[in-house]
């Protein structure tokens, strides 16, 4: 099956890739919007020190961390953003007789390749950041960041999917909720103590998206010395099964509402 799944998203990268011109301009313009963000924090450490007590390097590695992660969940599970559309050529219809995995026949076809220019800029901010950082480098600290990376693209991914399953009742895509996707990218390129302590609090026992950004920080720039901090990302993981069966629940609700 696995197989089926590669080859249809090297379908759909060889169909995007059709117009090369328009694809690499894409690309150049995901790199230059998301510079913007960047830019923004830059010139607001002219006039100050920090941000409650994150120092400029910490909120440019917060900032590569959550950008990074957005780039990967959204280029997996974007495709989930216009779901409704899904529903409404009939397109879903054909996937729920395939014996194949609803969810990645999907997502296959929508993989979007052209999120390199906001993966790429991702990974800049972090090269120019982590050496300027003073952060002393050691396997806990690397084991951090990478988990940071890869159970926040992992809880973005799982936020596209919870958006979708709504159009399985309104039969179209619900622009407020792009609240916890997009939204949830632009503001957290800041630690999530900056919002007050409500925030924290909604964002690690609601949406956990403080577990993959705002206590491993805590932990990445030395100001908690606990190790657990280094394994917190890990339970932002369980977001997944309420999302999931969340989405199952839409597909035994759904009815065929035909092209």
């Known amino acids: 099956f ?15 890739m059709q117009y090369k011109i328009s694809f690499l301009m894409t690309i150049i313009g995901q790199f230059f919007t998301a510079f913007a963000g960047f830019l923004g924090i830059k010139f607001m450490f002219n006039y100050i020190d ?15 961390i ?27 219809d054909r996937a729920l007789v395939r014996p194949l995995n609803t969810v990645f026949q999907v997502l296959a076809p929508r993989v979007d390749f052209t999120r390199a220019g ?8 972090l090269l120019y950041a982590i050496p300027k950082s003073g952060i002393s480098w050691d396997l806990k600290k690397i084991v951090t960041i990478v988990l940071m990376i890869i159970c926040g693209s992992v809880l973005f991914f799982a936020l596209f999917v919870f958006k979708a399953t709504f159009s399985f009742f309104t039969v179209q895509n619900l ?34 998206l403080a577990l993959v950004q705002y206590y491993p920080l805590l932990y990445l ?13 890990l339970l932002s993981l369980l977001f997944l099964i309420p999302c999931y069966l969340f989405f199952l629940f839409g597909i035994r609700r759904y009815k065929s509402i035909g092209s």
């Not at 696995?2 to 995007?16: A, T």
């Not at 920090?50 to 590569?64: A, K, L, N, S, W």
């Not at 990967?72 to 989930?80: D, K, S, V």
């Open 50 to 64: 920090t941000v409650r007590e994150f120092e400029y390097c910490d909120i440019m590695i917060c900032f590569g």
């Open 221 to 233: 720039v030395g100001k908690r010395d606990n190790d657990f901090y280094m394994f917190i990302p």
């Open 118 to 125: 906001l993966l790429i800029q991702a990974v800049g901010v």
């Open 175 to 208: 622009d407020f909720m792009n609240l916890f996707t997009y939204g949830a990218k632009e503001y957290g390129k800041y630690p999530f103590n900056i919002y007050g302590k409500w925030i924290v609090g909604i964002l690690t026992y609601i949406i956990p």
């Open 2 to 16: 696995m197989r089926v799944y590669f080859k249809m998203m090297v379908l759909n990268l060889e169909s995007q």
């Open 66 to 92: 959550v950008t990074l992660s957005f780039s990967l969940g959204e280029a997996l599970g974007g495709g989930m953003a216009t779901f409704g559309s899904v529903l409404g050529n009939g397109e879903f």
